[in-house]
């Protein structure tokens, strides 16, 4: 039996996720909340499916489990209504921009053993998981550095940047969960460069749009993160892991792969210039994992907790960048037993 | 409004097509047949749309469309039904084995100034598309030599050689497509070797697996086709076209790329291992521009002229083989005066 | 002890062996002669070493062996002087351009027990010759397809192209002698496609500028061969070879391997230019796989039959191009007994 | 006329200078000095030079400059004596791996008014020269981030490592001075990272063994450089420079390039697995380099600064790891007003 499926937001991401289902033959996207009405009954022409109220989906029935791509500030809530109403959540990264307002929240989830799910997309790209994969078989033995180039063709228009909670928060708390999700051990401390070179109004937000940052392990392992708000090039998205035996990278996707030779030499064309063709089959894959936890009830990866985890990467390096210096992670998570908390799921 | 689809044959092809048409929002599959009842009830409960008989389809006022998937002998008969019935007809390649007959099929097409696209699929690959778009831009200057490597994971059960129209109608057909459609001056000659290298069951039937040709046009062009029905390395399917001005290549396509470099040298994964896989976009982009050349009634391409002189070549290709000599197109195509027939469309 | 070396003949080609020779330690150049006496005393100075004349050096004790780097019309000659003086000979391809007259040689050659190494250079490229290796450890199982591009990045200059024989004779025969190293079998039968498409000067002297070949052999194996005069993205040199468990390919080299990524693709500089800058260490070993043959007293390898087999391929070539079919290597070199005239050395 | 040199050192490195200086057409090799006698004689031999003392070439007449390859120890005090001497000087790096031995070895540099170039080879590496004139050329925009990677094949003998001065002075000060040529701005902060994962007895002799390093200019610039002991897959030598209209990057080099397809996938050679069969053209290309300035009485570049500020940068790293914070380079390069020193020159 299909799992059923409310969506909550019916913007750009949520239309990724109600392709996702409908694509997914063990789903069934039921209904569609939005506070535009227009966009809920646009999406819910498109895919056959019911415009209802967000308090309609949390009672209803034919619910089984709900993709939360509401705006950030709303996650936090909506998670906890969820999880009291018995739905299994899969929530748009991140829960919220406050570290201890995420820690609230997983408190609840965890309090209902609601299924919570974050969207970290890029853990499900075909090419990082079969990156992975070769970890995971020993091919390249015990890790020992991370590497990721991350940067997006363009800056995002400065209100967005208002309201992203900065660079860390916002782009690079992708890299950290990949980071996190590749070194095999916690990150222990984070130092952080981070400056403004792409565009002044960034700055003037108080935000920055280039960053290079270090995380480290108790062992040595080294991750290494490389951003910036602009990449002429395109999308331009890779992971190299360094380990005792050799080495696995994952090279940049292209939307056509052609090489023109001429006089001037062999040219192939920009990269993808949109994280939406880049990571288009893993928004496809990130859904079915989700279905298979639904199913067959177990904990979904990434968890609650690897969200909150890597927005403390995050508050860890916007406190480097200030401080000059390496932080530790138990600097921003403070006295509270992270692990202990959740151990029990 | 939507494009109404029959499909005739829910074999292999026929679920690739089906999802097409289904994931087009300007088509609609309304009805499948098929001689396996289960077959055709299988594919209409998953998308939803009726069952019929071939009859019903013919008679249908609800149908805008067939695609014809059924066994390569029913494919001119039913070309030639279907036109008279007044539906734009997409078939599969070859439209015959036999040059006469598909010769025959087409003047009924004409007569009936009917709409017919024929199912080479390659060209729609996007890199493929894009590697034509250069040279039209002019960016390599005029082509000079076009060169085409296309080789199997593996050889086709004997009892499909058998019924298949041996190598050069069934698999080198594609390739005298592309060249053709990448040449842009029509084929003069065809000199081909081919030899049996990979199954000796296939020669026990009469058939190569593995082949070299060289097409010419009048201006003294070459195009160059390698064929293999094996390669242990994944479904090799590369183009080069080599001009005045520079040359452009299409790569070959990898399901997932990553690099694995150990003491062993730098290694990446085969490639797509089935031709399914490898032209997911093509099949896709292919019903695209039938519901195009359907919605503004004009001339699908390829046309059943460019499935004719495809199977010339194939025919061309054999008696250079047997005659160990280069044999012209007119050769086979005989006193029919080809172009002139279908100049009117 | 050194190999002493004579060399006859100081141009481009002199230059390149009289510094491969000279950084070579097992080699001494000891003396130089060339109809212009200022080229070799010239070179003489470069590498401290004697002007000498041809006569001087046939006759001089402190000379084993010889480099023929004179005009083509004078090799044949040359050759059989040097045998008959006990030197050991290196000459530059061809030894001739009629193929009687290269047989007449050889039996000289024969008769005199003499050393002679033909300058097919390619197969001491370090890469082709990695690639050779693959292929003789199994790494790809039998061979069955050999494909090389090899296209010049422009023509010559017309006078030269007079002189040259012909494209076949002087451009291809590489190819044919590295189609020969690899197929691993003898090649039964030549198929030529020629036209002019680069410079219609070319045509007018009567010679080809584009040229499209099809080799095959007694169990079925090809080679193709695609040649230009003309490649704007410089000296393509690239060559694959499929098997039964694998293929093996050599890419181009080129004088910069870096990658500039803008708004307009990911960009390479162009190949090298000439082929003495892509060939450099492919000179150096040749020479040195000389001096081995020499100090050994083995026989060196390309050898005399091998520069007689390669020119053959260009006969028949020329032959197929004008009699429009697939030509036997027997109707080329007629009623001779080629290898057993060359079976007892 | 040619630059008459003299060698102080007849060692690995000495050896490959020696190649260098006799291949070039401007410059003799005229003598070679070493402790061991034998060393000195059989290098002597192979270019057909003299041993003499460093007294007699010290004071040699026809002696124009001299290539310290000595141990590390020796190099200040020898560079000093030949300044005094009026010799022009290239010395390997480091001229010490105390900093303010470094200064003032360079006072006396400039108070000779002596020419000195520093042994950076890599700067004459052709690719990576190449991938400097891209940016110097504007083709990329301001410099924003530059990425090096830089991991050795294996870690050297433990014995080695206690002289070595430690993994920051030995390996990466060659990555911080390639990181200061392609930034394009002073470097203002260092923050380092280092363990130990590769080789447990280096741990024990108070060294590390994997690096991670960002460096950061006034400007908000970033470089960051991840280091390693080991790479199984050969020496692994790549840079990437990211600017505002988009990056360029030197790839590995390989000393074979053929690529070998099976079911097992896409396989490539290793990389090379030494330094100098990596760096060949570079070291030649670095004598050039040292002639031309000696020829044209021109400052050579890498300069004695830029070898104290590579050492400096090593300096900050290893602070930097200690305190786990930024570290400025005004911290470790003291008092000093080290740029007016050497402004003059």
Redesign the interface.
């Known amino acids: 039996m299909s799992i059923r499926f409310g969506l909550l937001g019916a913007g750009r991401i949520g239309k990724v996720h109600a392709r996702a289902v409908s694509?997914n033959s063990r789903a069934q996207l039921v209904a569609v909340a939005d506070a535009f009405e227009q966009a809920a009954s646009d999406l819910a022409g498109q895919y056959g499916c019911e415009v209802r109220s967000i308090d309609a989906i949390e009672s209803a029935a034919d619910i089984d489990a709900v993709i939360i791509c509401t705006p950030t500030d709303t996650h936090a809530d909506l998670i906890e209504r969820f999880a009291r109403a018995g739905k299994a959540i899969f929530c748009e990264k991140p829960i919220d921009l406050i570290i201890e307002r995420v820690e609230a929240c997983l408190k609840v989830v965890d309090a209902e053993a609601a299924t919570l799910m974050v969207g970290f997309n890029r853990r499900f790209d075909?090419?990082f998981m079969?990156?992975k994969s070769?970890i995971e078989r020993g091919?390249?033995g015990?890790v020992?550095?991370v590497?990721i180039?991350s940067?997006d063709p363009g800056a995002p228009p400065v209100d967005y940047i208002k309201r992203s909670g900065g660079i860390f928060r916002d782009m690079t708390i992708h890299d950290f969960d990949m980071a996190r999700f590749l070194l095999g051990e916690a990150v222990e401390?984070v130092?952080a460069?981070a400056?403004?070179?792409?565009d002044k109004a960034i700055g003037e937000a108080g935000d920055f749009d280039?960053a290079?940052i270090?995380l480290?392990t108790a062992?040595?392992?080294?991750a290494?993160i490389?951003n910036?708000r602009?990449?002429?090039?395109g999308y331009d998205q890779r992971i190299e892991v360094?380990g005792?035996?050799?080495?696995?990278?994952?090279?940049n996707?292209r939307?056509?792969?052609?090489?023109?030779?001429?006089?001037?030499?062999?040219?192939?064309?920009?990269l993808h210039d949109f994280f939406m063709t880049r990571y288009t089959e893993a928004y496809a894959n990130e859904i079915s994992a989700f279905v298979d936890a639904v199913e067959s009830k177990s904990l979904p990866t990434p968890s609650g907790l690897d969200g909150m985890l890597a927005l403390a990467l995050a508050e860890a390096a916007l406190k480097s960048v200030k401080e000059?210096?390496?932080v530790k992670i138990s600097e921003v998570t403070g006295a509270l037993a992270t692990r202990d908390v959740f151990q029990g799921r």
Do not use: C, F
């Open positions: 694509s075909p090419h079969a990156l070769v091919e390249i015990a020992e550095m590497q180039v940067r401390t130092t460069h400056s403004n070179l792409v280039s290079s270090i480290t062992s040595g392992r080294h290494s490389s910036s602009r990449a002429t090039y360094h005792a035996k050799g080495a696995v990278s994952a090279e996707q939307p056509v792969s052609i090489e023109i030779a001429t006089a001037d030499g062999y040219t192939r064309p920009p000059q210096r390496a």
